[in-house]
């Protein structure tokens, strides 16, 4: 599911980024929208990287964790064999 979320947050950060840029360009030559108008797109934008970041950062945590775990039962291994 977590995978499914990334995809999801990707595809939401570029369709707000397009939006973004077109609403800047719509700005530039006239009859525009008001800025926080302009602006919300690219607060999507950033929200949505925040939490993709956030996401990842969780797997990072998860594998670390996991790794280490195996070093230890290695380490415990090693330990066993030298003592016997």
């Known amino acids: 599911m977590s995978d499914l979320k990334r995809k999801i947050l ?3 950060f570029w369709i707000a980024l397009a939006v973004g840029v077109i609403m800047i360009i719509w700005r530039i030559f006239g009859k525009s929208p008001s800025d926080l108008v302009i602006i919300t797109p690219f607060i999507v934008m950033l929200t949505a990287k925040i939490l993709n970041v956030s996401d ?29």
Do not use: A, P
């Open 10 to 12: 990707d595809v939401l």
């Open 56 to 84: 990842e950062l969780k797997n990072f945590r998860y594998y670390t964790k996991l790794s280490f775990i195996k070093f230890r039962e290695n380490i415990n291994r090693i330990e066993n064999k030298i003592s016997s």
